[in-house]
């Protein structure tokens, strides 16, 4: 198991503010995350493909790894990953 955070590893701290996806745009506390959520998820394939990993185990309605509407989930399936939700 590889246990990654695409919104921290992307540059966002904890705690922080909840993040909602409007016309596919990250918005956190009332600005635009975009940026941050995209490069999680570029770190999140990366790690997948350093590790030979298969299967990723993601949280169901999560922006950044939700299967079919997170930033991270769609990379990742994108690259060959089989999604779970959990």
Known sequence: MIPIC????????TPRPPTR???GRAISGGRDVTP??????????L?????GCE???LLRGSP???RD?????????????RVTRV
């Open 21 to 23: 996806v409007v016309d």
């Open 69 to 81: 509407a997170g930033f991270a989930g769609r990379a990742l399936v994108a690259a060959g990953v």
């Open 55 to 57: 299967r990723a185990y």
């Open 36 to 45: 941050v959520f995209e490069r999680g998820a570029r770190l999140a394939v």
């Open 47 to 51: 790690a997948a493909q350093q590790h």
């Open 6 to 13: 695409p919104e921290v590893d992307g540059g966002l701290t």
């Open 64 to 66: 950044a790894c939700d």
